[in-house]
């Protein structure tokens, strides 16, 4: 659950192609300005400004090593009473490694051997002794320069903390909320972020919106909400053959049998997404496409049956998600779900097996041409004959699912639950639908 690259917050409805016409054109800045900064830090590490040389600017003395590099090295200073030259901090550093390597001191190497002391001439200890004075004028400004530094780095440090005062005594930062405070199960109290997941993801429940409170990793609160569902004469798509058989058109029960296979294997493509399992996904889409358009069960029976198989035998896909968004039947049906989350009578990993018992049974009526009855009014996801639509049921017990779960869980409890928005449109159905 990356961060957004880019977010826009549209009032009205009549903002919305401009705002994502300026979505679209930030998107592209913000993939363009990478390459250019990284760019701009190589020119400044040749220049030897900031973010290039490691002496270079962060504590003073960026500018003094670009004079020197600009004015083709180390200008030397007036020396003061003692004699010293008062170089900058950066030429400092380089004249200390000609010392060091004993460049332009005749003499020196003599001198760090005992037996050659006595042989010193007074032009000789007079440059010695210069620079040892030269050595120690550098140690007090190297120890001045790392007072200052440590004077910059507490300052900087009070700073960012009081930066941080500010922004949490904000509640919001670059227009997203910072964390609050809030007990959590164990009693403690821990930051709480809010943050809310849909409509637009990939393998989610079209127009769902969950506004989640998060205390770590853990969902603590829960807000189901989803997009305005338009209203009109169209029937939601993966209940449609059950509404108009209750509307009184003829519709055979093989193209019932059909309909519920390809929304089960919707339903379960998307759940081994979120899983991870993304062959396995990709092969049911592709059988839900091939019941779409017609394909008989001689030719797909084969290939479908292969491919439940191999998931129900999944040892691992069975491990991954056992135990996530336990529904007892008694708490299903006090809820008022019906169908396969009703049926399944436990977990995320139950409800899919239920998925996959039904596609198999249903590949055994394909053919079959007796028209639906007005009282056969059982789709996917349950009955659409009840005091609501099985997907209002549905979302109603995803806040006592959610809540405790982990994060990365949520994902898979609501994908094992797959509501449908569409359906939310449905009045209740007794005999003849009306939307």
Do not use: K
């Not at 991870?276 to 996904?281: E, I, L, P, Q, Y």
């Amino acid at each position: 659950m990356p961060e957004p690259a880019v977010r826009i917050v549209v009032q009205e409805a009549g903002q919305v192609v401009r705002a994502l016409d300026r979505a679209r054109r930030d998107l592209t800045d913000t993939a363009v300005m990478p390459d250019e900064a990284d760019a701009g830090d190589r020119q400044d590490a040749v220049r030897g400004e900031p973010g290039g040389d490691a002496h270079g600017g962060r504590h003073g003395h960026g500018d003094d090593h670009r004079d020197g590099a600009h004015h083709g090295g180390p200008q030397p200073q007036a020396p003061d009473d003692q004699g010293h030259h008062n170089h900058p901090m950066g030429h400092a550093h380089r004249d200390h490694a000609v010392h060091e390597g004993h460049e332009g001191h005749e003499g020196h190497e003599g001198h760090e051997g005992h037996e050659g002391h006595e042989h010193h001439q007074p032009d000789d200890h007079a440059a010695h002794m210069d620079h040892m004075d030269h050595m120690d004028h550098m140690d007090h400004q190297g120890h001045a320069g790392r007072m200052d530094h440590m004077d910059h780095q507490g300052h900087a440090d009070g700073h960012m903390d009081h930066m941080g005062h500010d922004m949490h005594a904000m509640g919001e930062v670059a227009g997203l909320p910072m964390a609050e405070r809030g007990d959590d199960r164990d009693e403690l109290r821990l930051d709480q972020l809010h943050v809310p997941i849909g409509p637009g993801l990939a393998d989610w429940p079209t127009g769902l919106i969950l506004r989640l409170t998060l205390q770590g990793d853990v969902v603590q609160g829960i807000e189901v909400d989803h997009l305005p569902v338009p209203s009109g004469h169209r029937l939601p798509f993966w209940a449609e053959p059950w509404l108009r058989g209750a509307q009184g058109e003829e519709v055979t029960r093989g193209s019932a049998a059909r309909r519920r296979c390809a929304a089960h294997l919707d339903s379960a493509g998307r759940l081994l997404a979120v899983v991870g399992w993304d062959d396995a996904a990709a092969r049911c889409r592709r059988l839900r496409d091939e019941l779409l358009s017609g394909a008989s069960r001689e030719r797909i029976s084969g290939d479908l049956r292969g491919a439940l198989r191999r998931v129900e035998r999944s040892r691992t896909l069975r491990w991954s998600i056992t135990g996530l968004g336990e529904l007892p039947s008694s708490r299903a049906r006090a809820a008022g779900v019906t169908g396969p989350a009703l049926t399944a009578d436990g977990d995320a990993y139950d409800r899919l097996l239920m998925w996959l018992g039904e596609i198999r049974r249903g590949i055994e009526g394909l053919d079959d041409e007796r028209p639906l009855t007005p009282d056969e009014l059982t789709g996917p996801r349950g009955r659409l004959d009840g005091a609501q639509p099985p997907s209002r049921a549905l979302l109603g017990v995803l806040p006592e699912l959610l809540t405790g779960a982990e994060f990365a869980c949520a994902r898979i409890i609501v994908a094992s639950l797959d509501p449908d928005i569409e359906e939310l449109t449905l009045a209740p159905v007794s005999g003849a639908a009306h939307v």
